[in-house]
């Protein structure tokens, strides 16, 4: 098959520039011999910002707050620092911090600087479906993808390093309420069908579980595959959310960004990861039935359909989220306008998933 295309930075936004000077300063600093910088911006993410740094041959990866981001905990870069410090060296798939920053005075917000991986990331969205896979190279992306998530669970997360990014007695009840709380404070319409499924989940709070080394954001579009090679993982992005937790419901975020090809049209539409509906992809049966085979866990059809309909509130509540800082004017990126109806749409699906009770089929 042809090589896959890198995954490109472009021009910055207007209203998310840096300044360059400033930043430059304060990086040759604490990076000896880092010649001038040329800033460029990956445009594809939804919520942190994410710029590419050029310094001559060599080049680096900047992450900070989104503009107008009020929910503080989702958007900790020095958080985020820690948890790649502590993982690179023991899953190499994190890529390798470099600088972090606390002091909004540099740039204007906190932030970090990591080693870029270069590599292609498998992208796409509502009316873009992204890079076209031959069927066997699909299967392998997917099931590539599974097996990451299975090695990132299987880490021994009571090594020091890692117990203290989390606290994972009582991590269900948490987050149901927590992202309840959020998207009370977020919410811009009336979405009966999503207010069912929060009601329900927190009503089925399920009895804490294994603990594991979470991402809490695991999908395609977070992962860096090898160029030549779509079925080899060369990184994972994107740790602002990683903490100590339980797996499934990790598993359950996964399968939220997924499209089976017999959904409903207007989820195939919305998707956020059309490359699920690509011929030979897994649908999402054959996911869990691919992360139960690799990492042992066998849940149960309560426990699945619990983890896909909190999957897709979780997904609902970020959308919402940046859907909000939108009509508020904090943003003018052309995407976030549509959000409203992903928003929408996660509410249908976990409806549908909770009253049929399964997670195929739901079309």
Known sequence: MEALVLDGARAVRAGEELPVATLQEFLQARLPGLGPLIVEQFPSGYSNLTYLLRAGDQELVLRRPPCGAEAKGGHDMGREFRVLLALHALWPKAPRPLVECNDPAVIGAPFYVMERVRGAILRGGPGR???????DAARGACLALIDGLCELHALDCTLPELA???RPAGYAARQVQGWSERYERARSDELPELERVAAWLRERVPEGGQAALIHNDYKFDNVVFD????????AVLDWEMATLGDPLLDLGTTLAYWADRDDPADWQR??????????GSLDRLQVVERYA?????RPSPHEVVFAYAYGLFK???IAQQIYARFKRGHTQDPRFPGLGLVVRACGQMGLRAIELGRIDRLG
């Open 270 to 279: 919305f998707s956020l990861i059309p490359l699920t509906l690509q011929p």
């Open 129 to 135: 479906p992204g890079p076209q896979l031959p069927p």
């Open 293 to 297: 085979e690799r990492s042992g866990r």
């Open 315 to 317: 997904v609902a509540v």
């Open 227 to 234: 160029l030549h090679e779509p079925g080899r993982i060369l």
């Open 164 to 166: 203290e990014l989390g």
